[in-house]
């Protein structure tokens, strides 16, 4: 504290009015952190700590030539949901963001986007990487049991991952959003549990060699999907 003579004016005015410019300080400190709190909650998922859609908007709204998108699902959710009950299910889909968390690169930015999916964007991150880190993420799920309250007390799981290769300058984040989306799918149906990759110059030459509108796109969208299915039984 300010030092003065004890019976000076300085050291009344100290005693007047310090006491309240501390209180005011506090206040003001403990706002700017209730204010820190409210936007980390908004942005983080509750369940698993993971960040949450939001936070991933606009990641995915960030990204750049080069950067690879993983979409990531975990395998019978509603099964398992229906049999174990939803408190374990919960206690599923936290176990699974640890393990994601732990297993991706520190670049990496991972978030839940929604039930039992999550998106991962990969900075500066080619397929054939992405397809290296997804694999390692795809056995670490499927040989980590999670442990559960009811008999036998602990469970199984696994993923599927569906891989958007590195992003072309120009192309938006809904695209490459898409692009993972169909991986996913295809690794869903030729699968589950394994890991689908389609590079980003599969959709983007038949959108290229083949613009169009209407009937016409979901003929050539169903074209792509079929190129999706034959690159994953390759």
């Not at 009811?150 to 959003?177: C, F, K, M, Y």
């Not at 074209?223 to 994953?232: A, E, F, G, K």
Request: aromatic letters at 4%.
């Amino acid at each position: 504290l300010p030092v003065a003579p004890r019976h000076s004016a300085a050291r009344t005015l100290i005693e007047r009015y310090l006491p309240g410019f501390v209180r005011d300080a506090q206040r003001a400190v403990a706002l700017a952190e209730q204010m820190s709190r409210l936007a980390a909650d908004a942005s983080i998922d509750a369940l698993t700590s993971l960040p949450n859609k939001r936070f991933l908007g606009r990641s995915l709204g960030r990204l750049r030539a080069g950067d690879t998108v993983i979409m990531i699902d975990l395998d019978h959710f509603k099964a398992l949901n229906d049999t174990l009950g939803h408190p374990e299910g919960d206690r599923v889909l936290r176990a699974l963001g640890l393990t994601i968390a732990s297993t991706l690169r520190v670049t990496d930015r991972a978030g839940r986007y929604g039930g039992e999916e999550f998106v991962v964007v990969m900075p500066d991150t080619d397929v054939s990487q992405a397809f290296t880190i997804a694999e390692r993420l795809r056995q670490s799920v499927e040989s980590n049991p999670i442990p559960i309250s009811r008999p036998p007390g602990h469970i199984n799981i696994t993923i599927s991952i569906g891989i958007a290769g590195s992003v072309e300058s120009g192309v938006t984040a809904d695209a490459v959003l898409h692009r993972a989306s169909q991986a996913l799918f295809s690794a869903k149906r030729t699968g589950p549990h394994r890991v689908v990759a389609v590079p980003a110059r599969a959709g983007e030459a038949l959108r290229k060699l083949f613009p169009c509108s209407g009937r016409a796109r979901s003929a050539r969208d169903a074209t792509q999907r079929t190129l999706v299915r034959y690159m994953s039984l390759r």
